[in-house]
């Protein structure tokens, strides 16, 4: 008879991140290359810019709209990289309004390419009603989806970050 493992993990941080990715490295016999990862993401989050604060809120949903609170990776992501989610007194994944978005002011707007697809039409839309926000698409997977996706993620947060 065969058996198989599920291995069910909640990652809310980087470094949840970090330390399941060294769980399941020893858990499969892929130590070395479970080690090498996190020291590769370790050093990408040395290499981090040194940035003035900026405050953002990030939607992920429309219809209706919906953000990050502080107990989710994607707020993690953004405080690591020195952007202070305005969302980041609530919980979970909030329904927001226009008005409630507008008063909290952010000098940035992240419309993410996942779960909702924003695009293009979306990004004119908000700087309509947000003219004095900076608008931004960004691919969702960058802030979001942890392990070895990190690396590219990291590297390009740095880049980004610097050019802001």
Do not use: C
Request: hydrophobic share 40%.
């Amino acid at each position: 008879e065969k058996y198989s493992e599920v291995r069910v993990t909640e990652i809310d941080t980087i470094q949840d991140a970090l330390i399941e990715i060294n769980i399941l490295g020893d858990m499969l016999g892929v130590k070395d290359k479970s080690r090498s990862l996190i020291q590769t993401i370790t050093n990408l989050l040395d290499q981090k810019p040194d940035t003035t604060p900026l405050s953002v809120a990030y939607l992920i949903w429309k219809d209706p709209w919906m953000t990050v609170g502080k107990d989710t990776y994607i707020h993690d992501v953004l405080q690591e990289f020195n952007l202070v989610n305005v969302f980041g007194d609530q919980l979970r994944y909030p329904k927001i309004s226009f008005q409630k978005l507008a008063s909290k002011n952010p000098d940035l707007i992240l419309l993410s390419s996942e779960p909702y697809p924003f695009k293009e039409k979306h990004l004119a839309e908000m700087q309509k009603n947000f003219p004095v926000s900076k608008i931004q698409l960004v691919n969702g997977e960058w802030f979001s989806w942890y392990g070895s996706r990190m690396i590219k993620a990291f590297e390009w947060l740095n880049g980004w970050r610097s050019s802001l």
